[in-house]
């Protein structure tokens, strides 16, 4: 039997014996010491592959004094697991935060996670043997917000599609081609419901199509350099959304990338730091009148066919997970215009607001409320 890499209480006194990580986590922060606290312990209660934890910090304060962070990091040190705090000033957005942090990074894997996420014990090591078994440049977990357990959407969830015997393909993926609609298979907690309604055991690991994986991705580092990282983030201004969905897709047309289940991460719901999201990345990476489909490196077009990459609206309604986030302040039971009011004031961008703007003018008991009557209006 092959030892764990994560050296245990009996052994955190003993001196080191370093071993090379096979995946380097890179997090992005940037004022939420209790939420980096949780991620960071999640982090600690991963038996295997071994891995070094690499944050930047663009907090007004550096998050590496905060006794909750520091005590975490204290933990996983002593379990062998290297962690790195750089503090990464002036801001200027995203995508450059997420390069500096690829650009730290030397092990063979990288797990980008956001800074509020958890991860249940046993999670990397999924990924890890996901990210093996399927070959792609890519493999993550749909974060799910767990306020919704209750909240089963059939309508959404009729949409997922397992790549067939684990074989992940190349393929392409545009905000108007029809492969753009599986963004709806992880609102809410739609990963959870869709792991139950297949009876999958805790260690199972079913591939699945994406549009793409928000707050939890792993890349094979060598597929994402190759396709460029986030080196376009010099054509972005400082405050826009969505660099991690652009990353993923050149990395798709190139290796492939999947979903896995069942998800290990969960959500903990605080409110975005991302307040301004009018400028859409991959507007901006990919022109609305880029329409022809891509071929993959054997010559051949991805999975989805031309009349899939014909120009079609974009979805009606804005994603209920990302509006809940500019809702964090909402204090339940709430009315339409207090709730329309904190959006506002959250920063929450125009299409956002106007979907709230059409709900029934009641009284809403909480969350799940309202994205029931977002999606109903």
């Known amino acids: 039997m092959t030892p764990r890499s994560r050296r245990g209480a009996a052994r955190w006194a003993a001196p080191p014996q370093p071993i090379p990580p096979r995946v380097d986590v890179l997090i992005p922060t940037a004022g939420r010491p209790a939420e980096l606290a949780v991620t960071l312990a999640g982090l600690a209660a991963q038996d295997d592959p071994p891995f070094a934890v690499v944050v930047s910090d663009q907090s007004d304060e550096a998050v590496s004094e905060q006794p909750a962070v520091r005590a975490m990091a204290r933990v996983l040190e002593a379990q062998g697991r290297p962690v790195r705090f750089h503090r990464h000033l002036p801001r200027r957005g995203m995508a450059e935060q997420r390069q500096f942090l690829l650009d730290l990074a030397g092990a063979p894997r990288v797990l980008f996670i956001d800074d509020d996420v958890w991860l249940e014990p046993g999670s990397l090591a999924r990924l890890d043997a996901a990210m093996t078994e399927t070959g792609c440049g890519f493999v993550g977990f749909a974060v799910q917000g767990l306020s919704y357990l209750d909240d089963v959407r059939p309508d959404e969830t009729a949409g997922f599609e397992a790549w067939k015997a684990g074989r992940v393909a190349p393929e392409r993926v545009r905000p108007w081609s029809r492969s753009f609609e599986r963004w709806r298979l992880h609102n809410a907690a739609n990963p959870t419901h869709l792991a139950a309604q297949r009876r999958l055991d805790d260690d199972d690991r079913v591939a699945y199509r994406v549009a793409w994986i928000g707050a939890c991705a792993m890349f094979d580092r060598g ?155």
């Open 223 to 377: 597929a994402l350099l190759e396709a460029g990282g986030f080196d376009f983030w010099p054509e972005l201004p400082p405050e826009h959304a969505g660099e991690d969905r652009v990353a993923q897709w050149r990395v798709m047309e190139r290796r492939g990338g999947a979903g896995i289940l069942p998800s290990g991460a969960v959500h903990l719901e605080s409110p975005t730091t991302v307040v301004d999201r009018r400028c859409e990345a991959s507007d901006v990476v990919f022109p609305r009148d880029e329409q022809k489909p891509s071929r993959s490196p054997d010559g051949e077009h991805g999975a989805h066919s031309r009349a899939e990459e014909k120009e079609r609206p974009m979805t009606e309604h804005p994603n209920p997970v990302q509006i809940q986030k500019y809702l964090g302040g909402v204090d339940y039971p709430a009315s339409k215009s207090d709730i329309v009011d904190t959006a506002r004031k959250a920063g929450a961008a125009p299409d956002v607001v106007a979907a709230l703007e059409r709900i029934e003018d009641t009284e809403y008991d909480g969350p799940t409320a309202v994205s029931s009557a977002v999606a109903s209006a």
